[in-house]
């Protein structure tokens, strides 16, 4: 699927867009669900084994069965991001030429897989110690200035049907042309000034379906008030030519017109690029502004540090 002349205009008009019915849920995410719901189901395993789960939860369904897993065991619901999984069902998902056909749209032929990529867990805002609402911030403020030149196009791709009551994105139509907004408390929150000003607008998606976001607009989530989680995957894309904002951490060509021999295939060489990226780069500061104490971004004890 290619966008079409209407589709490009609006995003880069309002700074973002959404698409639906582009990949098939079967065929295109059904394989990273089904890695997800083994890692789930060998954590419940374990936890059980070890007498600190009650029960499976086998019955509950992909949305539900680690949110009441983490009832019991909150930590269960951390760790699961795509740099940490290293699963190959996710890295055959990073070349899924249906998701690069929509980006070639709006960046070109030329495109990197950037090293900014996450799977979110979202646990519904019940499960306090855990829950966690991403607050207002532009993504080119959580990546080094190096970065503030390009385009880097967000694809925000749900697992589950993802509605305002389950914590979809929110963003702010057209706010990417005031520039990169230094933050008021430190951390990347934005100035809540800044955002009392714009008009939020929430963007439901369903599975098979995608939001396309430009670096520079304001974006945040709703919070998740369902009592499931929230799956979601949030992938970047941009010229292999330019600095990623992240040059500690691997990204990898997905397609090149010019070089095509550059393009990355193989999975062992991915996942190894991150574990010795994530062995080498302890103590490097991945962010562009030292994090805030108010910004509530902390991930639960049992889980390794996020870079968001
Ligand atoms: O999915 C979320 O909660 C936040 C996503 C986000 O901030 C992003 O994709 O940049």
């Not at 295939?265 to 108010?294: K, M, N």
Request: charged fraction near 25%; hydrophobic fraction near 40%.
């Amino acid at each position: 699927m290619r966008l079409s002349e209407g589709q490009i205009e609006h995003y880069h008009d309002q700074g973002y867009l959404v698409v639906e019915d582009v990949l098939d849920p079967q065929e295109d995410l059904g394989p990273v669900v089904a890695a997800y719901e083994e890692e789930v189901d060998q954590r419940a395993r374990a936890l059980h084994r070890e007498g600190k789960l009650s029960r499976l939860y086998e019955d509950e369904p992909f949305e539900r069965r680690l949110a009441r897993i983490a009832t019991e065991v909150p930590a269960a619901a951390g760790g699961l991001d795509i740099y940490l999984i290293r699963h190959p069902a996710m890295f055959r998902f990073l070349r899924n030429t249906k998701v690069h056909d929509v980006v070639e749209s709006l960046i070109g032929p030329e495109i990197l897989c950037h090293p900014c990529q996450h799977l979110r867990a979202v646990a519904p805002t019940a499960l306090a110690s855990i829950s966690r609402t991403t607050d207002w911030h532009q993504d080119a403020g959580v990546l080094w200035p190096e970065a503030d030149d390009h385009l880097i196009v967000t694809t925000w791709i749900p697992l589950v049907d993802v509605t305002q009551e389950r914590g979809c994105l929110q963003v702010i139509p057209g706010s990417h042309r005031q520039g990169l907004l230094a933050p008021a408390e430190g951390g990347d929150r934005v100035d809540p000034a800044v955002i009392a000003a714009g008009e939020p607008l929430p963007l439901p998606v369903r599975v098979g379906g995608m939001i396309l976001f430009h670096n520079y607009v304001l974006h945040a989530a709703v919070p998740n008030t369902s009592d499931t989680i929230r799956w979601s995957m949030d992938l970047r894309w941009q010229d292999p030519a330019k600095p990623t904002g992240r040059p500690f951490y691997p990204g990898f060509i997905v397609r090149s017109r010019s070089r095509p021999d550059t393009v990355q295939a193989d999975y062992e060489q991915w996942r190894d690029r991150w574990v010795f990226a994530l062995e080498h780069t302890r103590g490097v500061p991945s962010r562009r502004w030292p994090a805030s104490p108010a910004t509530p971004k902390s991930a639960p004890a049992a889980v390794p540090a996020a870079t968001r």
